[in-house]
């Protein structure tokens, strides 16, 4: 049987995200009902961080031990990314020792090459190019929510970023209907815009007004000004994105019910309010909760 690893949205179709997202729900609910069951008993996931984080660690590794396996965190002090040896062997020794591999890295690049090199499943925990695990688990919030996919409108606010790209594949998949609001020049990825636009199921649509982007939209969207890495950029993109920051005033031009998320962490003031995000609309705690259940989902489907 092939190996599954999961790097982007765009590696599967419908059935098989559907399948991840039910996976998710079913082991969140015989959790919450008290059932204790160890379907990853004996198995250990590698967690190789380049990126600090609080939700992807605690989310793989408390999500590996209620599945009954283990996680060892690994930092790249260790290891040493295409410096003291190359990906190959990496991926060739690390084969011998573990079930699988979890990776938060700057390079899109580097996961795909861990992925090649290793007989193991390799789950990207993020890149500088897409945050898989993170849109997974919005999808599966929103649908917690009572919202279908299909037909959701969802209007994304900021930088377009990793997160930013993820929505736009997710979008090749579910027939959303997604408004990205950002500065001139920081759209999101264009390949995978053009991807999309040759044949994707839902539409991507492009704004540098952000209450146009909102008009109506059922989910509002949005992320750090400044990702990881982006340091140098701050004060330059703290002077382009104020008009883009999810506030009371721009909420009323969504849908009178219209949920709020932000992947975290928020840095409260400038891309979203501390009025919005601790508002009755704001769903984000149960995003970040819900990255836990998505992650079992997505390790029972790579390593059960």
Request: aromatic share 6%; glycine share 8%; hydrophobic share 45%.
């Given at each position: 049987m092939a190996k599954i690893?999961?790097?982007?949205?765009?590696?599967?179709d419908r059935p098989e995200l559907e399948s991840?997202?039910?996976?998710?729900?079913e082991t969140k609910r015989r959790?919450?009902?008290g059932r204790r069951e160890s379907p990853l008993a004996g198995k250990v996931l590698g967690l190789v961080f380049h990126k600090p984080s609080l939700r992807t660690r605690l989310s793989f590794e408390v999500g590996m031990r209620q599945l009954g396996g283990s996680a060892l965190y690994i930092t790249d002090a260790e290891i040493g990314?295409?410096?003291r040896e190359s990906i190959a062997d990496i991926g060739a020794v690390m084969s011998r020792f573990l079930d699988g591999i979890m990776i938060r890295t700057f390079a899109?690049?580097?996961v795909?090459?861990?992925?090649?090199?290793?007989?193991?499943?390799?789950?990207?925990?993020?890149?500088?190019?897409?945050?898989?695990?993170?849109?997974?688990?919005?999808?599966f919030t929103v649908r917690e929510r009572g919202l279908a996919l299909d037909g959701l409108s969802v209007a994304y606010l900021g930088d377009g970023n990793n997160v930013a790209n993820s929505w736009v594949h997710a979008?090749?998949?579910?027939?959303?209907d997604l408004r990205v609001a950002t500065p001139p020049g920081y759209e999101p990825d264009a390949a995978s815009l053009a991807r999309i636009a040759q044949g994707g199921r839902g539409r991507v649509r492009l704004f540098q007004d952000p209450a146009a982007a909102v008009a109506g939209a059922q989910v509002i969207y949005t992320d750090t000004w400044a990702s990881m890495g982006q340091e140098a950029e701050a004060e330059a993109r703290r002077r382009v994105f104020?008009?883009?920051?999810?506030?009371?005033?721009?909420?009323?031009?969504?849908?009178?019910?219209?949920?709020?998320?932000h992947c975290l962490p928020a840095h409260r003031g400038e891309e979203i309010t501390d009025e919005v995000i601790d508002g009755p609309q704001s769903i984000v705690y149960d995003q970040a909760e819900n990255r836990l259940h998505c992650q079992k989902g997505i390790l029972l489907h790579c390593l059960g």
């Amino acid at each position: 049987m092939a190996k599954i690893d999961f790097l982007s949205l765009l590696d599967f179709d419908r059935p098989e995200l559907e399948s991840i997202l039910e996976r998710a729900a079913e082991t969140k609910r015989r959790w919450r009902e008290g059932r204790r069951e160890s379907p990853l008993a004996g198995k250990v996931l590698g967690l190789v961080f380049h990126k600090p984080s609080l939700r992807t660690r605690l989310s793989f590794e408390v999500g590996m031990r209620q599945l009954g396996g283990s996680a060892l965190y690994i930092t790249d002090a260790e290891i040493g990314f295409r410096r003291r040896e190359s990906i190959a062997d990496i991926g060739a020794v690390m084969s011998r020792f573990l079930d699988g591999i979890m990776i938060r890295t700057f390079a899109q690049a580097d996961v795909v090459d861990l992925a090649r090199a290793a007989a193991i499943p390799i789950i990207n925990g993020l890149t500088d190019w897409a945050h898989p695990c993170q849109v997974l688990a919005d999808l599966f919030t929103v649908r917690e929510r009572g919202l279908a996919l299909d037909g959701l409108s969802v209007a994304y606010l900021g930088d377009g970023n990793n997160v930013a790209n993820s929505w736009v594949h997710a979008a090749m998949t579910f027939e959303l209907d997604l408004r990205v609001a950002t500065p001139p020049g920081y759209e999101p990825d264009a390949a995978s815009l053009a991807r999309i636009a040759q044949g994707g199921r839902g539409r991507v649509r492009l704004f540098q007004d952000p209450a146009a982007a909102v008009a109506g939209a059922q989910v509002i969207y949005t992320d750090t000004w400044a990702s990881m890495g982006q340091e140098a950029e701050a004060e330059a993109r703290r002077r382009v994105f104020p008009p883009f920051q999810v506030n009371a005033a721009l909420l009323r031009g969504a849908h009178p019910q219209a949920l709020v998320m932000h992947c975290l962490p928020a840095h409260r003031g400038e891309e979203i309010t501390d009025e919005v995000i601790d508002g009755p609309q704001s769903i984000v705690y149960d995003q970040a909760e819900n990255r836990l259940h998505c992650q079992k989902g997505i390790l029972l489907h790579c390593l059960g």
